[in-house]
């Protein structure tokens, strides 16, 4: 019952009841990767559903991408102890040039929401910035563009992954307003992902988790 308060208070956006419910499990025992999968990952794969079929709009969503960033906050150090591991890890930015953040922000959240460690580089971000960014444990690689003036930069941060040896090892999603399927498949990006609500499950389905 108590996950199932603590899900419905994510999906709500109750910050106060979600970080409340969630110190109760930890101290009733509950195991902190149970928390995160019942009532964190469960809550957010709902509100992207919600979003889809347009029961949700974007600041409930924002709401509770925040409720949720509230309990996980709590549980990492948790995590951490118990040594659970991420999903993947993921590195997220918006191109050279674009300085929108918003949809990238959100993206990000959804992301961690979907047990990903994620590395947010921020906006206006380098091919060079991105490849430096990439490690032995990055599993995807996230791309957002708002302007058609910059999506260019994700082609260029594309050929600097081949140039730098290590696009193979790695998935790239793209997303964006402008962007378009046709477009992600032009450019050679593993995925593309029309909105945040279905940036998180492309991420897993493309590193085989669902």
Known sequence: MGLDELRRAVIEGNQKAARD???LELDAGTAPERILQEGLISAMS???SLFECGKLYVPEMLIAARAMQGVLGLL???L???GVPAAGKVVIGAVKGDLHDIGKNLVATMLEGAGFEVVDLGSDVSPDRFVAAVDDKTDLVAMSALLTTTMPAMKATLDALIQAGVRSRVKVIVGGAPLTQEYA?????DGYAAAASSAARLARTLLSLS
Do not use: N, Y
């Open 80 to 82: 951490l102890a118990t």
């Open 185 to 189: 498949d032009k450019i050679g990006a």
């Open 21 to 23: 419910l969630a110190t």
């Open 76 to 78: 990492r150090p948790h």
């Open 46 to 48: 709902e509100v992207g």
